[in-house]
């Protein structure tokens, strides 16, 4: 019995469930074909009649009749025909799903979109077209106004003004005719209904009136410079060119000659181009052509610059030559002067060598530069640049010169250096005598009598240098630099001694007034006292103040703080 309640139970439960999810699943479907029926609406209300009622204004002719017709028997077919389906479609997938056939609803509605996907595409060319056509009559009729109107100005500049354009005034004449024939056409194609065309017409129309502009505003100045400008700069090269000559000057390896024809032949080419105003092509040949002249000029100005400069730069690089051979000649002599008293090196001896050597190119050089002027073959840029490399390779050997000379004289100021040095180190080694004696101390340790030895032998060693004929400065310098570092190092040292000495003696001293008290204390105070006169000042200082401190805790500090205040007082 219960079991046959628990499927009925069930049986209920499942049917209940199959139909709220059918429920849901309706609803749904309900919801897509209201959504579909809104964009049919939507698609209804577009103003494509609207919009094409505007084109009945224009001239309803030729391809904007054409045009007319398609849009209008389109624009018939949906709403007469694939609407109405559409509405079949939309209320046949109401039904499918009002009866729960959700596969056929499916379907019918994925037939309604792709409908309406294809109405609204050939509403989208209708509407598109439609401004097309609209869109260019407007545009047509207001730039045509402006074109024609400086179709017009520039007509009637041209035949006021025509000497100004000279060769070029024929053919501009005949771009301005080019113009009006498109102007005519343009009126036909309107007039014919055909503004797409005319558009097209329209464009090539603005693009040409303002070329236009652009080569009559350019042709004057122009025109100018073909036949008046350049030539005229041409004839000044050829007057510079031929006076130049007759002066003196050499300028064969310019070939100016050649290179003249050659900018003549290229203003002809650019005065026939002037002619079919082609003023792109004029431009780029002119502005070579001047690039070109310019060059020339610059070359022949290079020649005078060169003439002037060596006129005037010739006499004083021949003084100099006299000047730095003179010296050369001086700084050898005092080489070997200053080798009969110090040793030079290697490469020191090499330097006067190079110098010679050097200077015998140069003079060479000079002599081949003063015979190639007299021989007046060779233009004057080349020579110019000639002397420049001779009087600045002259002016590096007065520079290599000097450093040598002053290497030369420096020997003998690093020679009392040298000595002053060393008279200093000695001083230095007495403030240590001076400055063991009076501390007291009773001697010094090991390592500083080591020290003191070295530093004897070292200074020995820079005074038997400083002897020798010819004189060593390198070798000098050597012994000088480990004498001063000997001496520097043992003063610091015997520094260091004295100041612990002196504390340990204090340490000592201050430790003496606990001896009775203490018979450890009495022993390592005669320990430390051994160590002192052992020269172990370290070693004695320790042992005091470990003694010292078992007693006195902080005796230390005190004491170094009075001996610190004691020295700051004496400084």
Known sequence: MNYGVEILISAILIILILFVVGYIIRKKYYKEVDQLDS????????????????????????????????????????????????????????????????????????????????????MDAILQELNEVVGSEEENRKEMTDVFKQYQENKKYLLAHRHLFGIAGEKLEELLKAVEVKINHYEELTDQGNYLQAREVVLVLTSEMEELGDKMEKVPDLLTECQSILPSQIDDLKSGYKEMTQQGFILEHLQLEKQIEELSQEIERCQESLQNAEITSVEEGLQGTKDKIETLYDLLEKEVYGKHYILQEIENVENTL?????????????TKIVQNSYQLQDKDLEIPKKLDKSFNQLVKRYEFLQAKLTDQMTPYSQLEEELKDIAEQLKIIKEDQTKFTERLHNLRKDELSAKESIHACQRKIKEIIRLVHNSHMPGLPSDCESLYERAKEQIENVYNSLNEKPLNMNLVQKYLDEAQDTVDHLYEKTEEYIETAQLAERVIQYAN???????????????????FRSYEYMAALEQAATAVEKIEPGALKRIEEIYESEEYSRS
């Open 513 to 531: 007034r606990y001896r009775r008290q203490s018979s450890e204390l009495a022993t390592n105070l005669e320990e430390a006292e051994q160590a």
């Open 322 to 334: 006299e000047q730095l051979l003179e010296k050369n000649n001086d700084m050898n002599h005092e």
């Open 39 to 122: 964009q049919k609406l939507e698609l209804m209300n577009r103003p494509v009649a609207e919009e094409m009622a505007k084109v009945k204004q224009l001239n309803m002719t030729g391809e904007t009749e054409e045009m007319f017709e398609r849009w209008r028997s389109t624009w018939d077919d949906i709403l007469t025909v694939r609407l109405p389906k559409v509405d079949e479609m939309i209320f046949a997938s109401e039904e499918f799903a009002d009866k729960y056939r959700f596969k056929q609803a499916k379907e019918s509605n994925q037939q309604v979109k792709e409908s309406l996907h294809e109405i609204e595409k050939d």
